[in-house]
Nanobody
Framework: QAQIVESGGGLVHPGGSLRLSCTAS??????RTWAWHRGQEREFVASM??????NYTDSVQGRFTISRGSNERIVYLEMNNVKLEDTARYYC??????????????WGQGTQVTVSS
């Protein structure tokens, strides 16, 4: 089954750092977009296209960095200088193909990030 899985969440103090990871199963390929969203409303956090364009929501600009891993099925979110308001469940998103070759959305189950002193 095509799926993506997040990891790396946890408890972090304000001003601290955390790196989230997301890995797609091997039956997801030709990925065009990677993104991170957060919260119940799946608020947009950051995205990256296969052409290298990156976008961030204003509240994380300059603090968070989205990047790809050694292959297209891995994406990271580097979170620096975290704030209390960054507390949320973070969801990984990919737009790509699976075995039927149809482009579709893939979402992970999320990983909880809690910022607390």
């Amino acid at each position: 089954q095509a799926q993506i899985v997040e990891s790396g969440g946890g408890l972090v103090h304000p001003g601290g750092s955390l790196r989230l990871s997301c890995t797609a199963s091997t039956n997801i390929f030709a990925i065009r977009t990677w993104a991170w969203h957060r919260g119940q409303e799946r608020e947009f956090v950051a995205s990256m296209t296969d052409t290298g364009d990156k976008n961030y929501t204003d509240s994380v600009q300059g603090r968070f960095t989205i990047s790809r891993g050694s292959n297209e099925r891995i994406v990271y979110l580097e979170m620096n200088n975290v704030k209390l308001e960054d507390t949320a469940r973070y969801y990984c998103y990919m737009f790509g193909r699976s075995r039927d070759w149809i482009l579709r959305d893939f979402w992970g189950q999320g990983t909880q990030v809690t910022v607390s002193s």
